[in-house]
């Protein structure tokens, strides 16, 4: 059985594979735990890029053409930025928080049950969506509870890193992130779980 050449399921883990590629990609997927381990190995690498890349907003972000090309070069930056990240949500320590930016959460469509982002319950958040926006369009992100209750709503910016949008604290609980685009009538795009702790 021939596996599935890297630079492909480094695409599909990305989301850029080409929509004619993606069903016999997913069929050899199904038959084949080989490729289905590296494909957990690329979806790994992909979230600790967009989490360092996310934190690193106030810069260019470079364009990779492949995750293997971006694991050679960026590896050493991305570890160093999630392990300050991990220590800040581990030891809790928000002493500046008044003066500080809020911290930026990537939004991301992603698989599996342990994929729905988290955050800190205590203050306020930027959420940062992984989906493809246009410049000259109006989003909205609403929040709803467990059961659907709308929580709060905002106007989302269209950013050179994505959609964002900042929400307040949000009580500990479990949430759904909805995001519609305005124009030219109210269209869901998306929807992401959030939990806040």
């Not at 008044?98 to 930027?126: F, H, W």
Request: charged share 25%; glycine share 4%; aromatic share 6%.
């Amino acid at each position: 059985m021939q596996h599935i050449e890297e630079n492909l399921l480094d695409q599909y883990a990305l989301g850029s594979l080409s929509a004619e590629s993606i069903p016999e990609l997913e069929e050899h997927l199904l038959a084949c735990s080989f490729c289905q381990s590296r494909l957990v190995d690329a979806d790994e690498l992909v979230i600790l890029c967009r989490e360092a890349a996310a934190l690193e907003a106030a810069s260019t972000t470079p364009q990779w053409h492949s995750a293997s090309a971006f694991r050679t070069s960026f590896w050493p930056g991305a570890a160093a930025a999630l392990t300050a990240l991990l220590v800040l949500l581990i030891t809790g320590d928000y002493h500046h928080a008044e003066l500080s930016p809020p911290p930026i959460l990537l939004m991301q469509s992603l698989r599996g049950p342990e994929a729905g982002a988290k955050m800190a319950s205590t203050r306020p958040v930027r959420l940062v969506f992984d989906i493809p926006v246009e410049t000259n369009r109006e989003y909205e992100i609403e929040v709803v509870d467990a059961v659907g209750n709308q929580v709060l709503k905002r106007h989302a910016e269209v950013r050179e890193s994505g959609l964002a949008a900042l929400i307040e604290k949000l009580a500990r609980g479990s949430y759904w992130v909805r995001v519609y685009r305005e124009q030219p009538s109210r269209e869901l795009l998306a929807e992401f779980s959030l939990r806040s702790e």
